[in-house]
Nanobody, 122 residues
């Protein structure tokens, strides 16, 4: 299994910024799977389903949900088994628990972590 630990969340005022980190660990197979495949950030607000917010393909191309385009940037450091989410110009509607995962065959492959809470005040 690919174990994933998210960190970097917190309480921030509207218009502020945060950088989230996602560290992967596990067997050599798991680490290789993380390094070689697509990765993504998701978020989930209370009572709502998890939604995809940012995606980075194995080749480095990225895509974002319309709600965060121009404000969020996903990046990776495969040598450190880590993926990042830089969040700027935060809005109250960005408030959620943020999760990361690795995708294989279009589906989340790693174990879901506890996520990291992002709270944006008006």
């Amino acid at each position: 299994q690919v174990q994933l630990v998210e960190s970097g969340g917190g309480l921030v005022q509207a218009g502020g910024s945060l950088t989230l980190s996602c560290a992967a660990s596990g067997s050599t197979f798991s680490i290789n799977a993380f390094r070689l495949n697509d990765k993504a950030w998701y978020r989930q607000a209370p009572g709502k389903q998890r939604e995809l917010v940012a995606f980075i393909a194995s080749g480095g191309s990225t895509n974002y949900a319309d709600s965060v385009k121009g404000r969020f940037t996903i990046s990776r450091d495969n040598a450190k088994n880590t993926v990042f989410l830089q969040m700027n110009s935060l809005k109250p509607e960005d408030t959620a628990v943020y999760y990361c995962n690795v995708l294989i065959g279009g589906s989340a492959f790693g174990s879901w972590g506890q996520g990291t809470q992002v709270t944006v005040s008006a």
